[in-house]
């Protein structure tokens, strides 16, 4: 399961790269994802709906629905 997100977080990491962004995956436990948002998302005041409505949305479609994604600072 650990190797699925990883991968899938690989492929989102160029959205936010497009926007002068980045993310640093800190942890997964089981389906928690802890991310740490970089560069201009780091201090975006929409960073907490990339991770909600964006990061963990598509994860939850596309590896398992239970996954959680956490904003660690």
């Known amino acids: 399961m650990e190797e699925k997100i990883r991968a899938k977080l690989e492929e989102l990491r160029g959205m936010l790269q497009a926007d002068g962004g980045d993310m ?3 942890a997964i436990e089981s389906l928690l994802v802890k991310l740490r948002l970089k560069g201009a998302c780091g201090g975006c005041p929409h960073a ?20 959680t994604v ?3 600072a």
């Open 24 to 26: 640093e995956v800190v």
């Open 70 to 72: 956490e904003r660690v």
């Open 48 to 67: 907490t709906m990339t991770i909600k409505q964006g990061i963990e949305r598509i994860l939850r479609e596309s590896v398992d629905a239970g996954i």
